[in-house]
């Protein structure tokens, strides 16, 4: 009778152990997993923020080799309208002739031929709140005034 109970009592004992091991792997791995978890979140924000701007950019400059676009802020208000994460202002938004920041009436006057670019500053709120949570990015492209 003796040798039974100690039999049915070594069971239950490393029941529990095995429990309480578990509850303490579950307590260290799940932090690690989690960061890993938003960090691949916010990796992929990263990467959607800056194909937007790059989208956005050549909007802007398709816009701005049609001829018929006679003003600098038509151009920025759709590349402002292709990019609504970034909440951009039209101070973040470069529109150049043959390399030369253009103004209305230097836009308005550009020849068939020139080349026009447009480019962009967009900043990224990270998920994290450190130093490092602002990343900055800036896409430009170019084309030929038709």
């Known amino acids: 009778m003796r040798i039974l109970s100690v039999v049915t009592a070594a069971p ?3 029941r529990v152990r095995s429990r309480g091991s578990m509850v303490v792997e579950f307590a260290l791995v ?14 992929g924000r990263m990467v959607a923020c800056r194909m937007m701007l790059t989208y956005a950019v050549g909007e ?5 080799a049609a001829k018929s676009v006679n003003l600098v802020a038509d151009v920025q ?3 402002m309208g292709a990019a609504p994460m970034f909440q ?3 101070s973040v938004i470069d529109v150049m002739v043959d ?3 253009a103004n209305s009436a230097t836009f308005a006057a550009r020849p068939i031929g ?3 670019s447009v480019s962009a500053t967009g ?3 990270s998920l994290f709140r450190s130093t490092w949570s602002k990343t900055w990015t800036e896409t430009s492209a170019a084309m030929r005034v038709q």
């Open 77 to 79: 208000g759709v590349v």
């Open 123 to 125: 900043s990224f709120q």
């Open 99 to 101: 390399g030369a920041v």
């Open 30 to 43: 799940l932090p690690l997993a989690v960061m890993m978890l938003l960090g691949a979140i916010d990796l």
């Open 60 to 64: 802007g400059v398709q816009r701005a």
């Open 12 to 14: 239950y004992t490393s």
């Open 114 to 116: 020139s080349t026009v």
């Open 88 to 90: 951009l202002t039209g």
